[in-house]
């Protein structure tokens, strides 16, 4: 089964490059549903197509995947040329002109690129889109692309892996583009997984003893929980039983069909069963991921790992909504009797507890034992609404993840991911109301009401998850 | 595809800079290129267009897969003057094979230093054959990105014929940006009696066409030689000098300095396309410039500052740490203009940042750092951008570019107003200009320039209101 992953704007396409490069060198051969094999000459190429509305960063990328060294004895992946699209000027930075003037213009030469790549998948699995929410193309066009996809895919599954733009600033406008973008991904994707530079550079800083972390840091630490996520794992019980001899006794979580015939697990398809799981409700799409463990990589010879410990650090940033393993509030602790009242949660605009409320959550465990270890923790009802009766859902695998003996990877759909939203709506709305930098936009045929419109959008987001 | 430009030189002043740039651009992709010898890929293809001379007319050669070799390279210019010493000069010089005879017009009398004249008579005269210059060039662009203006705005030609241009422009190109550098003339040293009437009229016509202009006055670039000459002085005796050779008297300003000049107005729009040309992990485009630091479209006048300063192309003495260049660049001695931001708001801010080692957190953290010194304007205290390009400058490992939106600005504009008013109160000079334009032209851009003064003025005064107001979401009543 095969997914596509779409590559946009500069942010996405270097991105895109270091989770091939991840997906790539974390097992032993290349999973089938990211590479394939090209028929003449033998060469895997990534299932990908790379957009960008300025050639450098693409050429830049091709260049460094051809010229790659050969990991663990086999040949290098390269990204067919077919899927590449790249415009001549620019976006710059207009949300307007991504939407209005390239979408459009690039609509014909896009769809053909994704479609070729689409019809090379026995069968296929849905859509990754790698973007950044600040800038003009990946926020733009990848608005106006997700919308056609749809359109042009309806069954098809979309899964957007954004990227939150430093809160001091990147991009001026940028509370603008992401209000924008967010709305439009409401509308159109499936699910949103939503990661935040300021995150990922503060973990580099104090977890990883990267003091300055470039580019190419951050994006790997970026695709870190996503592989962990997109690699190839088999669903298990919340509870298992102690320790079985055979391994016949794990029970599958799910109804999914494919099943692994040496273990009779049941396979977690990427994307359907992610997605069925998590973001079932069409108010509820806004995802965000907490891995562990976050230690630098000089240090993971020396360091010892276990599952108890993994969990617990995991458990508490899944409650407080943090997302690094130190410095978390540990008395920060779930309320004693599980009143599901939904003026308790982070949101709540009465008296906030902390407490980070999840509609679900995806548990994915990577290592030895993994089968066995007890995760009831996570799906305790204090986390979850009341009307949420099966909220967790854990899958495992055996094999190491990369480097990591032990690795886990938590995907909840949360409050603690729209609070960068919530932000981003106050600054916007000053902004608004002092009329500045509208006129980019209306000069590229946007109106007013699109930016109301989009604004009540993620009022509306916000609101709803308030009320968990 | 590259996303080339267009330089059109205009005046005196702006074709000695623009062959100052030509020269620094044609070094810069030179070291960039290194031992592998330069072709010509995209990176050039910016500026420069490759020909093949063997041929009558001249074949163009297109940047393909960046194995192109360089035949005969020429600038993607078109340079203007109404007398014919300066061009003719460039044109027996060293750079004389960057310019074909198609890209250049020349008369015999010059502007008199009279904006109407240039406007009025000579725009007119050869718009025809402007327009045909331009096109010429347009048409070996792949994909026109932006034209640059480099004038003087006390003169005739560069501020009469070079703002007719700039609505020639946008007329006949309207969605190619258009950037000017503008120098602006200098209180102390300046010769020209009529150039308050020239910058003032200048003035006006940039605020209604141009997309983003540079402001450069000649008065900051000469205190930054002065100092950067006793600056070296002092280290290169390596004692204190006594201070009669640091004082501020007004010096004649020699060849030498005007050649220094020129090279540091050359070097901001070096930084500026460097991000263009060259590769980096942040890249800023020109439109991404104008779409970031202009947030209402007159207010297109930023203030430029560079750190570190070099005047004659030697390498910067001392090595400088990135926290160090982010404190001098806000320094009012290493701005292009003479103005103290630092005393008004800033509407917005751009940080261009040019060398190898830097990386993104640095230039956060500096940002941030730098952010709770500035006084921003209530709605945008995050308007910070920023750009990061790996393609060090010739004389430095590290350099930065400052372009501020800044209500300091305004200010100038108002003294501007004074010393035109000065004059215009008693009508000196002005039978000049009569001569070939409607007497209205002053007043009218006079309101113009007023109404920028206003604009800006309000924004250095505006308070945050106590609420803004916000939609309610109907799920709030649930």
């Known amino acids: 089964m095969g997914v596509v992953v779409v590559q946009l704007g500069q942010g996405g396409n270097q991105m895109g490059y270091a989770l091939f490069r991840c997906l790539a060198s974390a097992s032993d051969s290349f999973p089938d549903q990211f590479f394939r094999s090209s028929d003449k000459k033998g060469k895997t190429k990534a299932r990908a197509v790379l957009i960008d509305m300025e050639p450098k960063v693409i050429h830049g990328i091709i260049g460094r995947a051809k010229s790659a060294p050969a990991q663990n004895n086999r ?88 990227i939150w733009p430093y809160e001091s600033g990147e991009v001026i406008v940028q509370n603008y583009n992401v209000v924008l973008t967010l709305s439009h991904l409401q509308s159109f994707a499936d699910g949103i997984i939503i990661l935040q530079n300021e995150q990922l550079s503060t973990i580099c800083r104090t977890l990883l003893s990267i003091q300055r972390p470039s580019f190419d840091d951050l994006n790997e630490l970026a695709v870190q929980g996503l592989g962990c996520i997109l690699l190839p794992s088999y669903w298990r019980a919340i509870e298992t039983s102690t320790r079985p001899v055979s391994r016949a006794a794990s029970k599958g979580g799910s109804e999914s069909k494919l099943s692994n015939e040496n273990s009779g697990q049941s396979r977690v398809r990427i994307l359907s069963d992610l997605l069925s799981s998590l973001c079932f409700h069409p108010g509820y799409k806004v995802l965000t991921l907490r891995f562990t463990p976050q230690v630098p990589a000089q240090s993971l010879a020396f360091t010892n790992f276990t599952w108890d410990a993994q969990l617990k650090y995991l458990r508490q940033m899944f409650i407080t909504g943090a997302h690094k393993e130190l410095e978390m509030d540990w008395n920060i602790q779930l309320p004693r009797s599980a009143v599901h009242d939904n003026k308790q949660g982070m949101l709540s605009p009465a008296v906030p507890c902390l407490v980070n409320r999840s509609v679900a959550s995806l548990l994915i465990l990577r290592g030895n034992e993994s089968e066995y270890v007890d995760v009831s923790g ?69 109106e007013h009401a699109s930016f109301d419109s989009a604004f009540a959008s993620i009022e509306d987001i916000v609101c709803r998850y308030s009320t968990l | 595809m590259p996303r080339e430009c267009i330089t059109i030189q205009a005046g005196q002043c702006g074709n000695q800079i623009g062959c100052k740039f030509w020269e620094s651009a044609l070094r810069e992709h030179a070291a960039a290129a290194g031992n592998q010898g330069a072709v010509f890929d995209d990176a050039l293809s910016s500026f420069f267009r490759n020909v ?16 192109t070799p360089i035949l005969s390279l020429k600038a993607r210019a078109v340079l203007i003057d109404m007398e014919e010493g300066v061009v003719n000069q460039l044109l027996k010089g060293q750079l004389s094979d960057l310019f074909d005879k198609k890209q250049y017009i020349t008369d015999n009398s010059g502007s008199g230093n009279n904006w109407a004249q240039g406007h009025e008579f000579y725009g007119p005269k050869y718009s025809e054959s402007i327009l045909e210059k331009i096109r010429h060039e347009a048409e070996s662009c792949e994909s026109l990105q932006s034209f640059f203006m480099l004038h003087s705005l006390g003169g005739g030609t560069g501020s009469g014929v070079g703002t007719y241009i700039l609505e020639l422009l946008d007329d006949n190109y309207p969605k190619v940006y258009r950037f ?38 000649n008065q900051a670039l000469i205190d930054i030689i002065r100092k950067r000459e006793s600056l070296d002085a002092r280290l290169e005796a390596g004692q204190r000098l006594p201070s009669s050779i640091t004082s501020k008297g007004s010096k004649a300003i020699q060849g030498k300095s005007f050649d220094q000049m020129n090279g540091i107005a050359a070097n901001l729009l070096l930084h500026l396309t460097s991000s263009m040309r060259f590769e980096g992990p942040l890249n800023v485009d020109l439109n991404e410039i104008t779409t970031n630091l202009v947030p209402y479209p007159r207010l297109h006048f930023l203030v430029s500052s560079i750190a570190p300063l070099s005047t004659s192309g030697r390498l910067v ?37 040019r060398g190898n080692f830097c990386t993104i957190t640095d230039l956060n953290q500096n940002v941030s750092r730098i952010q709770q010194r500035l006084h921003m304007v209530h709605w945008n205290t995050e308007g910070f951008k920023t750009g990061l390009c790996h393609q060090p400058p010739l004389d430095s490992p ?81």
């Open chain 1, 75 to 162: 040949a290098v992946w390269t990204y067919d040329a077919r899927g590449v699209v790249t415009g001549d000027s620019g976006s710059g930075n207009n949300w307007a002109c991504g939407y209005y003037d390239h979408g459009p213009y690039n609509l014909n030469s896009m769809l053909k690129a994704v479609r070729t790549e689409v019809e090379q998948c026995d069968v296929f699995g849905g859509f990754i889109i790698l973007q950044s929410m600040a800038g003009g193309t990946g926020a733009g066009l990848g608005a106006y692309l997700v919308e056609a996809l749809k359109d042009e895919f309806p069954s098809s599954f979309i899964l957007c892996y954004c």
């Open chain 1, 378 to 446: 996570f799906a305790d009802d204090r986390l979850y609404p009341i009307w949420q009766v099966d909220p967790l859902s854990v899958a495992s695998s055996s094999s190491m993840y990369g480097r990591y003996e032990l690795a886990t990877c938590l995907i909840s759909n949360c409050q603690s991911s729209v609070l960068p939203a919530s932000r981003a709506l106050t600054k916007g709305y000053n902004m608004l109301a002092s009329r500045a930098y509208l006129h980019q936009y209306f000069e590229h045929g946007m």
């Open chain 2, 52 to 67: 093949d001379t063997r041929y009558k007319p001249p074949r163009e050669i297109k940047p393909r897969g960046g194995n």
């Open chain 2, 180 to 217: 000017c550098t503008s120098i602006f003339p200098s209180a102390e040293d300046d010769h020209v009696v009529t150039s308050p009437y020239n910058s003032l009229l200048s003035t006006a016509k940039l605020a209604e066409h141009a997309d983003c202009v540079l402001p450069v006055e």
């Open chain 2, 317 to 353: 003495q001392r090595p400088q740490s990135i926290n160090q260049i982010f404190t001098e660049v806000l320094s009012r001695d290493n701005q292009l203009m003479k103005a103290s931001p630092s005393s008004y708001t800033y509407l917005a801010c751009a940080f261009l940042m």
């Open chain 2, 398 to 478: 590290l350099s930065l570019l400052c372009l501020a939106n800044n209500t300091c600005i305004g200010s100038r504009f108002a003294s501007m107003k004074e010393s035109f008013s000065k004059l215009y109160k008693r009508k000196v000079y002005v039978h000049h200009y009569t001569e070939y334009m409607d007497p209205g032209v002053f007043e009218d851009s006079c309101c113009q320039v007023d109404d920028l003064i206003a604009e800006y003025a309000a924004l250095e005064v505006l308070r945050p209101p106590d609420t803004v107001q916000r939609l309610k979401s109907v799920l709030s009543n649930i």
